[in-house]
């Protein structure tokens, strides 16, 4: 094992706490950022911005990974890189979106109703893009 010399004001963590540290952070703000969005869903009450929604949901979930994919197809990328990032680019918005209407003050039940319509739509979605761009 590959011991590094040490200044006298570094910490030295053990490996396994700071895996077991960052195992339960990472699990702890993604278990309070479904509660939180779970929440915001709940307060939806009227779906009089569909249109803008089905708008947005559009270009990020369908527009963009397609002209990516082609993008990345003309330039000589293929197979898994290709497929990662195209599915990347296909994510439904997330908590972020909700966010920052929130610190904005924008229209919060369009982010929300972005969210939950996003991830019903990703189920469609991810499909067509590993039929179009797997290998």
Known sequence: MYVKKRSHNQ?????????TLLTTG????ISRSLIAIGMQLSELNSWHNLKQVVACLAIKMLLIPL???????????AGAP?????????????FGAT???E?????R???VSAIGIGCVTLLFAIPIWIGLFSF
């Open 99 to 101: 966010l920052l209407a």
């Open 67 to 77: 002209v990516i994919g082609t993008g990345l197809t003309f330039v000589g990328m």
């Open 109 to 111: 039940q369009l982010a």
């Open 103 to 107: 610190v904005f003050n924008l229209d």
């Open 82 to 94: 290709r497929l990662s990032l195209v599915r990347k680019m296909a994510m439904s918005p997330a």
């Open 11 to 19: 910490w030295v963590v053990p490996p396994v706490l700071l895996k």
């Open 26 to 29: 990472v699990w702890a703000v």
